[in-house]
């Protein structure tokens, strides 16, 4: 609940029903840059991506490639394009900037960039010190900014951000995740 100018306001979810046959923004054969895309939900959605419209997906994150990383983008090429990996930790404003950079030089136009970092470290804000509250606020919060200006001025189909229940529900053992998604949720409203 919060309280503004004489009125209690409270957040509600509410049903969204999409029209059937609505346009899509994909586009045949489109790149598509996932930030954190090697995460479970990423590798569904490029898996969705890949099958349904031929995409080139292009996964940025944090870790270093291996051996199972290369294993589940070889089973996603054999379905299409296969995905394109690039170690950057996004929450770098400088190294987000350069992978952008690689991927516009080997694939020049980018069709849609996606938000699907997450760094999860449950623990009670009573016992969690501020690093790793930081650590996992910034995997949303400050890969959002950097993001965000990475891709300013670049003709995008479409800006996509993934998030969470945990934004409105805020589970005690959470708080770091809950306080990121809620703030990408706010982001992405005002970004559009």
């Known amino acids: 609940w919060g309280w503004r100018d004489g009125h209690w306001y409270r957040e509600k979810l509410l049903p969204c029903t999409l029209p059937a046959g609505a346009p899509t923004r994909f586009r045949p054969g489109g790149v598509y840059v996932l930030l954190g895309g090697a995460g479970g939900l990423g590798e569904v959605f490029s898996e969705y991506l890949i099958r349904r419209y031929g995409a080139q997906v292009v996964w940025i994150g944090r870790r270093a490639a291996d051996a199972a990383l ?7 090429g054999a379905l299409g394009p296969r995905p394109l990996y690039l170690t950057a930790d996004a929450t770098d404003d400088q190294a987000l900037v350069a992978a952008v950079a690689a991927v516009r030089a080997r694939f ?15 623990q ?19 890969v959002s900014v950097n993001m965000a200006a990475a891709f300013a001025g670049e003709p ?22 809950a306080a990121g998604c809620a703030f990408t949720d706010a982001f992405a409203q005002a970004l559009g």
């Open 70 to 76: 290369a294993a589940r983008c070889e089973r996603l």
């Open 108 to 122: 020049g136009a980018v069709h849609g960039v996606v938000h699907s970092t997450l760094r999860l470290a449950d």
């Open 124 to 142: 009670s804000l009573a016992r969690m010190d501020e690093a790793g509250f930081r650590s996992a606020l910034a995997a949303k919060v400050d």
């Open 156 to 177: 995008l189909d479409f800006v996509l951000f993934f998030s969470s229940l945990q934004a409105f529900m805020r589970p005690a053992g959470q708080s770091n995740y």
